[in-house]
């Protein structure tokens, strides 16, 4: 009785995606999992709106920098710091934190409770499976340290938990606390520990694994994650670093990123035709016309992308 009673509501639960989220490009990029997880990070620190942030494994930066980027584009007074048990920053990730972010994020060594007052981080993310020794300290700073609202990110949950002490940790990590697991890329475990968590989280973490609007979800971030991906392989951001050496190589400069721009536009309206057909093809309200015509446009759209995607493996 209760599944017939919450199940029509929730199908009608609709993801939100801001014009920023679709358009948004990491600036600090290397090949790793974590490309795939960047539009759902978008969109939680859209939605948390965090007054602090710690990630626990920096590692080449990319998911610590991503989120610093998005604070900065956003424009929150979020503070952030990222931690290496260790203290073994890489000096590229140094130089990036000081340069890019050196006004509200921080590098630190070893995992403590000094310096976050209690109830102070609203999301921790923790990059890969700690080693053993730290296990203790990030189950701390989570209890501890936390705020209401506060969000626990664990990434790499595919990947990095395989051993049975990893997933012993992760078990403990979690708890009984509600949860919601995206299994794209690496995959990402978002859980809710603090008392009060947001409603828009809770509600999808309240969902069975099984139900649609949980899945449309989880599909919706699997297929921008992809995109994002995709994007990466054509144009890694590192490719474009040298300085332009002549008139003809600046001229191929600039038709490179125009058009990797307009690519990023049309894969995104593709993207969002992709949703809208499947949302209502799911509900069944489409005529069979209006699919048709939908249709068309979406291979229009990806036929330009491909054409795209291979004027830019010439210029590459």
């Known amino acids: 009785m209760k599944t017939e009673q919450t199940q029509p ?24 999992g974590y490309i795939q997880q960047l539009p759902l990070a978008y969109w939680l620190v859209e939605l948390l709106v965090p007054r602090r942030f710690v990630q626990i494994g920096v590692h080449k930066g990319v998911s610590y920098f ?22 073994d920053f890489a000096l590229p990730v140094q130089n990036h934190n000081d340069q890019a972010y050196g006004d509200f994020s921080a590098l630190v060594s070893g995992i403590t409770l000094d310096g976050y007052p209690q109830g102070s981080i609203d999301l921790l993310q923790i ?22 609202q506060g969000v626990v990110l664990v990434h790499g949950i595919n990947t990095g938990f395989s051993a049975p002490d990893a997933r012993a940790f992760l078990r ?13 890329g690496d995959g990402l475990l978002v859980i809710l520990r603090g008392r009060a968590p ?8 309240e969902m069975p694994a099984t139900h649609l609007a949980l899945a449309r979800v989880q599909k919706s971030f699997a297929r921008l994650g992809k995109m994002h991906m995709m994007e990466f392989g054509i144009c ?27 690519t990023q536009d049309l894969v995104v309206l593709a993207l969002q035709l992709e949703q809208l057909t499947q949302e209502k093809a799911e509900a069944g309200r489409d005529s069979e016309a209006e699919m048709k015509a939908m249709q068309v446009e979406q291979d229009r759209l990806r036929t330009i992308i491909s054409r795209l995607e291979e004027g830019l493996a010439i210029v590459a």
């Open 9 to 32: 509501e929730a199908q009608n639960t609709r993801l939100s995606l801001s014009p920023e989220l679709l358009l948004w490009r990491a600036d600090y990029l290397y090949e790793c």
């Open 236 to 262: 890694p951001p590192q490719a474009q670093a040298a300085a332009p050496q002549n008139i003809e190589t600046a001229l191929t400069e600039q038709a490179h990123t125009l058009a990797h721009k307009h």
């Open 127 to 148: 990059n890969g499976a700690p080693d053993v020794q730290s296990r203790a300290d990030v189950l701390a700073l989570c209890r501890d340290r936390l705020s209401p």
């Open 172 to 184: 403990e990590l979690a708890g009984d606390m509600p949860v919601i697991r995206f299994d794209h």
């Open 66 to 87: 991503a989120i610093c980027q998005m604070i900065d584009d956003l424009q929150l007074a979020t503070g952030c710091t990222g931690i290496d048990p260790t203290g």
């Open 198 to 205: 947001n409603a828009t989280l809770l509600e999808l973490a």
